[in-house]
């Protein structure tokens, strides 16, 4: 009897022995290290990155005609449909619905259903640009795909990929308007948009 009691004992004691050391490895476990926070210089240089890769540039930067096409015209990168470009007279009849889709020879101003749209100046000029532009606002107009974010406003027009570019983080956004503002402000004053039942007025 004596001996069943010492086993009991010892067998008890072990047991406690073993739940301390599993509550203690519990306890001292180290959750996941975060992330530092990126400096504003290492954000502008992902948002470049993910402005490459987004294709940004097709539409907003104007374009140099070479042999093999148009090309980025680098010394006016995303500042937008050029002010001084004039569109070529626009068959109506050939944009309806199901029909043809109509760019400018530098992809930077497109005319369908929907009217003429003009890629917009993304430097931080203050008058033309994105220069007066907040980091909330800049995520907001691509979150509700609302020009210049206002609820009430007119939509985005094609063929601006919103809705695609809308699936990026905040943290991507954050990054991708950070390059934007480091960009050297260019002066561009892009034509307005419009709509479908004004396309003569182009002409």
């Given at each position: 009897?004596?001996?069943?009691k010492?086993?009991?004992?010892?067998s008890?004691?072990?047991?406690?022995?073993?739940?301390?050391?599993?509550?203690s490895?519990?306890?001292?476990?180290?959750?996941?290290?975060?992330?530092?926070?990126l400096?504003?210089?290492?954000?502008?240089?992902?948002g470049?990155?993910?402005t490459?890769i987004?294709?940004?540039?097709?539409?907003?930067s104007?374009?140099?005609?070479?042999?093999?096409?148009p090309?980025?015209?680098?010394?006016r990168?995303l500042s937008?449909?050029?002010?001084?470009?004039?569109?070529?007279?626009?068959?109506?009849?050939?944009?309806?619905?199901?029909?043809?889709?109509?760019?400018?020879?530098?992809?930077t101003?497109?005319?369908?259903?929907?009217?003429?749209s003009?890629a917009?100046?993304?430097?931080?000029?203050?008058?033309?640009?994105?220069?007066?532009?907040?980091?909330?606002?800049?995520?907001?107009?691509?979150?509700?795909?609302?020009?210049?974010?206002?609820?009430?406003?007119?939509p985005?027009?094609?063929?601006?990929?919103?809705?695609?570019?809308?699936?990026?983080?905040?943290?991507?956004?954050?990054?991708?308007?950070?390059?934007?503002?480091?960009?050297?402000?260019?002066?561009?004053?892009?034509?307005a948009?419009?709509?479908?039942?004004?396309?003569?007025?182009?002409?």
């Amino acid at each position: 009897m004596k001996n069943f009691k010492k086993l009991l004992l010892f067998s008890c004691c072990l047991i406690s022995m073993q739940f301390i050391v599993w509550l203690s490895s519990c306890t001292n476990q180290t959750t996941p290290e975060q992330k530092p926070a990126l400096s504003m210089a290492q954000m502008a240089e992902r948002g470049k990155y993910l402005t490459n890769i987004a294709s940004c540039n097709d539409c907003h930067s104007p374009k140099i005609m070479t042999p093999q096409g148009p090309v980025t015209d680098t010394t006016r990168l995303l500042s937008g449909s050029p002010a001084e470009m004039k569109l070529s007279k626009i068959d109506t009849s050939v944009i309806a619905p199901g029909k043809w889709y109509l760019g400018s020879s530098d992809l930077t101003a497109w005319v369908g259903p929907w009217g003429v749209s003009y890629a917009a100046n993304l430097t931080p000029d203050s008058t033309t640009g994105s220069g007066t532009w907040t980091e909330e606002l800049f995520i907001k107009i691509l979150r509700t795909g609302k020009f210049m974010g206002v609820d009430a406003g007119r939509p985005i027009m094609p063929p601006m990929p919103w809705q695609y570019i809308n699936m990026m983080t905040d943290e991507d956004l954050k990054c991708i308007f950070a390059y934007l503002q480091s960009l050297p402000p260019i002066k561009n004053s892009v034509h307005a948009y419009v709509p479908p039942n004004e396309l003569m007025s182009v002409q």
